[in-house]
């Protein structure tokens, strides 16, 4: 029994007390730091009593900046007095539930540095071919180190915000000159995000990976398939990717996932030591990818091969620094199968196969008016089921110069 009074926050629903992500709301009193349960959200600058002035200061202002810098022990100790008070059957004082879809999720926290990496080989095998015709897609770094890329900050964007088509030059085989204009090919890309906290440290351990990350989130990593393939050799993608990248507005904690921890497929052959897990931490990640009201993949998080844990071991071994608001992804995660596949370059296999969407239309690449949606859970304790946030993003027509 609960004092909360709705059918989705229950041990079998997403959104349920073994979830309790947290997310920035706008109310009438402006933005509030939240915890979602079920369909509805609890403002915590109203239960500051029962969360006492130390938990409460973190959580009071209008972002999770001050809990992301907080650390590990405190981000443990809000957890379980959160856990408390939703199980509770009384209401704490100042107790204010509000319906999440009544209300503007924002950007929850500053993103400081954003990394995106490449971590399954089926996407990578996938795009050699479809782009280099490769015999040997899958470059020979790639099983020894988790490559990546540094995107941009300041275009990471909160769930729902419309992304307006970029532009760029794009050469196809045959054209003399590239041209320039909006892309022809804009894709999304399935990507599971993890949000940075505690102390600022260099050469993170893989033991240590739980110190640093406070949560999970999906993102969408939007990318122009056009501008990419001129642009990216030999330095990689840059416009392609910059434009925009869309991020859930729930992040759920890292500590909701301990029941879905899973070994993933390593290579082959002996890693350097810094990239040894002694614990593993893959996730049993269920993603699912929607274009308007069709669903056209569900990727498993099982089929990368890069853990997070070794994504941060690799991206601060060189000694640069992690810090509160750091955000990586994992690159889009694919599976084996066709519809595992996790963006539709694979999906389409370069547009040369077009899908069929509900309504009877085709797709290679999105077009203006598209609406793309990224749900996810997870194994929880107890046969539970942990959630994800969404993250939706409509694209818009390219915006005039």
């Given amino acids: 029994m609960t004092w909360i009074e709705d059918p989705e926050f229950a041990p079998d629903q997403p959104f349920g007390p073994q979830t309790l ?32 002035p ?50 503007t999720l924002v950007l929850p926290f500053t993103v400081a540095d954003y990394v995106d990496f490449s971590a399954s080989r089926h996407h990578l ?10 015999a040997a897609p899958v470059p020979e770094n ?37 041209a320039f204009g909006p892309t022809r090919r804009l894709d999304f890309e399935a990507e599971v995000g993890f949000v940075c906290g505690g102390e600022p440290a260099t050469r993170v351990s893989t033991s240590d990976f739980a110190e640093h990350v406070f949560g999970v989130a999906l993102v969408n990593d939007w990318s122009a398939r056009d501008v990419q393939t001129w642009e990216s050799d030999p330095l990689g993608p840059f416009l392609a990717k910059s434009f925009a990248t869309s991020i859930a507005g729930w992040i759920t904690p890292l500590a909701a996932f301990e029941h879905a921890r899973i070994p993933l497929p390593g290579p082959d052959h002996v890693l350097q030591p810094y990239l040894v897990e002694t614990e593993s931490w893959g996730l049993d990640l269920r993603l699912e990818v929607r274009c308007n009201e069709t669903v056209l993949s569900r990727p498993r998080f099982e089929h990368m091969m890069w853990s997070p844990a070794q994504q ?23 599976g084996p199968q066709r519809d595992q596949c996790g ?46 946030g969404e993250v939706t993003g409509t694209v818009l027509a390219a915006a005039r110069r």
């Fill in 21 to 52: 992500p947290y997310g920035v709301l706008v109310t009438g009193n402006g933005p509030v730091v939240a915890v979602r349960v079920g369909r509805h959200a609890l403002p915590l600058r109203g239960i500051s009593g029962a969360l006492g």
């Fill in 54 to 103: 130390r938990l409460a200061e973190l959580v009071s202002g209008d972002s999770l900046d001050p809990l992301l810098a907080a650390g590990r022990e405190r981000w443990q100790e809000l957890r379980e007095r959160l856990v408390e008070i939703v199980e509770a059957d009384r209401a704490p004082a100042g107790a204010n539930l509000v319906r999440t879809d009544w209300h």
């Fill in 125 to 134: 095998e996938n795009v050699g071919r479809i782009f280099r015709r490769a």
């Fill in 142 to 178: 790639w099983s020894h180190l988790p490559i990546a890329y540094h995107g941009r900050s300041g275009t990471v964007y909160v769930s729902g915000t419309d992304v307006h088509r970029p532009s760029g030059q794009r050469k196809a085989a045959g054209d003399l000159h590239p």
């Fill in 312 to 334: 941060l071991a690799h991206l601060t071994v060189n000694g640069a620094t992690v810090r509160p608001g750091d955000l990586f992804a994992s690159g889009t995660v694919s």
């Fill in 343 to 388: 963006c539709l370059l694979e999906l389409t296999w370069g547009g040369a196969e077009p899908i069929t969407l509900q309504d009877g239309e085709q797709r290679t690449f999105l077009q203006d008016g598209d609406r793309v949606t990224l749900r996810g859970s997870a194994p929880g304790p107890g046969g539970t089921v942990v959630g994800l």
